[in-house]
């Protein structure tokens, strides 16, 4: 059997890990294509490295732009690529422009699709990657889906008979890389004590970024909690913050550049909390055991609201006491899974092609 992987942003390379290592123990072949949506090293590059990732065999080198034009390059740059390996499954993970046109790319060849992490829904049709993660399923021959409420949501829609559960892969390479920094210092920027209490923060969804209003709003708000706040900045939240003339280091904010996933979990570990608006960071932080506030209207991942260890804030107001609530009581359950779910992926493949 052969599997093409088509991956281009940092989830989507922490989601491979785990399968590449599943697929390395088999006879089957993998080919693996980076797509180039991500193209700074540091949300690239690095994580191959860092999680032994075997190197892409096709680097379609797309870089960025808007959504259409990125997701056309990705469409015409993906059609040789497939005509020359001709895979038995074309595996598409999460929910970018590379899962979409990787997608497309392959139906259009008449080639089996796979998309791992279907059935996600946040019920935002605002966000692109909504749109992305309904086209794909609806496209794909194969749903993986991450957790029993994924696949609720996929039965709604008509997809129960394409549908296997197969846990969720990004908790077993977390779990892994968790216990391999379990004694690691965090790497923290000037003026931020690892001994004392602060947060780990990411901003980079559209809606929070492209709006100079809500850009200044989140950054005020984010200035004036009561501890320092490590900002990992994305190279979007820069330039947006950068057009919009928003200073990003004030009050409480300390920016830093994006971490390696080893070094982003160990600090993650040692914060008193995460504020995001990603879904993967969301999740990592639950998995983790640290409190996490969203500042969206909405999570395609519910099952972390669950004993207040993700609270929902997109209005900012009182985000000073949300951070800073009492931590919530563990939890006896395991929704995502117990760290197998890469061999489950493969299992589920090798059941299921023609």
């Known amino acids: 059997m052969k599997v093409l992987s088509v991956v281009g942003a940092r989830p989507q390379f922490v989601k491979l890990a785990p399968v590449a290592h599943a697929l390395r123990e088999t006879d089957h072949e993998h080919v693996i294509v980076h797509t180039g949506q991500h193209y700074d090293s540091r949300l690239s590059d690095v994580f191959f490295a860092d999680l032994k990732i075997p190197e892409p065999d096709v680097n379609l080198g797309v870089g960025s732009g ?18 020359e390996h ?49 086209l794909t399923d609806h496209a794909a021959d194969l749903l993986l889906a991450p957790t029993r409420l994924a696949m609720d949501n996929l039965a709604a829609e008509g997809l129960a008979e394409r549908s296997v559960l197969v846990g969720d892969v990004m908790t077993d390479v977390l779990y892994a890389v968790r216990d391999a920094v379990a004694a690691q210092p965090p790497r923290l920027p000037d003026g931020v004590d690892a001994d004392g209490p602060f947060l780990v923060c990411t901003i ?28 990992l900045a994305h190279p979007r939240l820069v330039a947006r913050a950068r057009d919009f003339g928003i200073e990003l280091a004030r009050g409480a904010i300390h920016p830093a550049q994006p971490l390696p996933y080893p070094e982003m979990v160990a600090t993650v570990l040692r914060s008193r909390g995460v504020v995001t608006d990603s879904g993967g960071l969301q999740k990592e932080a639950f998995l983790l055991g640290v409190p996490c506030t969203t500042l969206r209207t909405e999570t395609e991942w519910p099952e972390t609201l669950e004993g207040g260890w993700n609270v929902l804030a997109p209005d900012l107001v009182g985000l000073a006491e949300i951070v800073n609530r009492p931590r919530p009581e563990p939890l006896d359950t395991a929704p995502y899974g117990d760290g197998t779910a890469a061999r489950a992926v493969v299992a589920a493949l090798e059941r299921h092609a023609r």
């Open 204 to 231: 980079h969804r559209a809606e929070n970024t492209d709006d100079a209003d809500r850009l200044a709003a989140i950054v005020t708000a984010l200035a004036g909690l009561p501890m320092p706040v490590v900002l």
């Open 86 to 134: 001709r895979p038995d499954w074309v595996l598409v993970y999460g929910d970018t422009n590379s899962t979409l046109a990787g997608a497309l790319s392959a139906v259009k060849m008449h080639l089996p699709v796979a998309h791992l992490e279907a059935g996600l829904r946040s019920r935002n049709r605002r966000m692109p990657e909504e749109h992305n993660r309904v």
């Open 66 to 83: 808007s959504h259409g034009v990125q997701t056309g390059a990705i469409l015409s740059a993906m059609d040789p690529v497939l005509e």
